[in-house]
């Protein structure tokens, strides 16, 4: 069963910022493309970003190009999704998510999903 626990959600203002965090077993951080997805409530889920297994390439959704940033640091196995000037429209549960295989491509698609975190962004 992969386990993805995300944290650093909360309520920010308008034109804030937050860092999100998830922390993932070893064999998943190092073998599997793992990225964040979002969802409001009443919209479909949405993806964020993503990066390969290895870093490198990154991917990012067009609402959130420019202002968010994806990293991983190998130690923790951890990713991260730095969030600047963030927008009302930014509310949403965010999780973590894995990938089907190391390398991720436009259009592909998560498999597993964390139980994700709250952002709210006051106007």
């Known amino acids: 069963q992969v386990q993805l626990a995300e944290s650093g959600g909360g309520l920010v203002q308008a034109g804030g910022s937050l860092r999100l965090s998830c922390v993932a077993s070893?064999?998943?951080?190092?073998?599997?493309?793992m990225g964040w997805v979002r969802q409001a409530p009443g919209k479909e889920r949405e993806f964020v970003s993503a990066?390969?297994?290895?870093?490198?390439?990154?991917y990012y959704g067009d609402s959130v190009k420019g202002r968010f940033t994806i990293s991983r640091d190998s130690a923790k196995n951890t990713v991260y999704l730095q969030m600047n000037s963030l927008k009302p429209e930014d509310t949403a549960i965010y999780s973590c998510?894995?990938?089907?295989?190391?390398?991720?491509?436009?259009?592909?698609?998560?498999?597993?999903w964390g139980q994700g975190t709250q952002v709210t962004v006051s106007s």
């Open positions: 990066m390969n297994c290895g870093g490198g390439a990154t």
């Open positions: 998510a894995r990938g089907s295989a190391c390398y991720f491509y436009a259009g592909a698609e998560f498999v597993s």
């Open positions: 070893r064999h998943t951080f190092s073998n599997y493309a």
